[in-house]
């Protein structure tokens, strides 16, 4: 056998057992391409297998194709903000009303994530990535930021507050609000934004979520067509017309 009959792209083969190895380095070598790029757009499975050193049939074993490829790459980074809002919202005190001071809280640390580490967030959200099925959308690494926000609203109507939107279109709205505003300053680079998209999150949760009132739990919205979509596209039962 010659000495390289062992190797791929100039990489020892992963002995057995040691294929998860191989999948850290590949999503590394992803991670280093993007934060070089700032896009997808020249991302192929060749440039990665190049940068890994491995051949790229040996990606497929572990990607089914670019968007895997992408979304497991920023999974960690989805999953880290996602950790923050849920932080903040357990460690939240607002004596008066805890359920909406708590989902504040979130909104601030989605806010709070995007000052800090704003190639991360411009990585997330701000950097097309490869078009696929809407009935895969629901496989996101974002999936795990509007869950939070459901349970935000969820917690919201527990606590007696009736929420004006389904949660799903309500937790939508939030999050796009949020995101807007923080795209917007992004590209304006306005002084003071963070400060002003706190105040603008906090104005919508206003408007979404009124106050307590007796009786216990409110029953959710009345649904409608955006809430219906919303959720095909959350639970996989979304497909392209």
Request: aromatic fraction near 4%; include cysteine; glycine fraction near 8%.
């Amino acid at each position: 056998m010659s000495k390289d009959a062992n190797a791929i792209g100039g990489r020892k083969r992963s002995p057995r057992g040691q294929g998860e190895q191989l999948r850290r380095e590949i999503l590394a070598a992803v991670a280093r391409l993007l934060d070089e790029w700032g896009s997808t757009e020249k991302l192929t499975m060749r440039a990665v297998a190049r940068e890994a050193g491995v051949a790229a049939p040996s990606i497929y074993l572990h990607f089914s194709d670019k968007a895997d490829l992408v979304w497991a790459a920023l999974e960690d980074k989805y999953a880290d903000l996602a950790a923050r809002m849920r932080t903040a919202d357990t460690c939240a005190t607002d004596a008066a009303e805890p359920a909406k001071g708590r989902l504040l809280a979130q909104a601030r640390a989605y806010c709070l994530f995007a000052q800090e580490l704003p190639g991360h967030y411009r990585l997330m959200y701000e950097t097309q990535q490869p078009q696929v099925d809407v009935s895969r959308l629901h496989l996101h690494p974002s999936r795990h930021i509007s869950q939070s926000l459901r349970e935000g609203f969820a917690q919201c109507r527990a606590a007696g507050h009736p929420v004006m939107m389904p949660d799903e279109q309500a937790a939508q709205t939030l999050w796009a609000s949020l995101h807007g505003s923080i795209a917007l300053h992004h590209t304006l680079m306005v002084e003071g934004a963070g400060a002003l998209t706190e105040e603008l999150a906090s104005g919508l949760i206003d408007a979404l979520v009124s106050p307590a009132v007796p009786g216990g739990p409110q029953p959710p919205a009345a649904d409608t067509e955006a809430a219906r979509n919303i959720r095909a596209i959350l639970t996989g039962d979304a497909a392209e017309e």
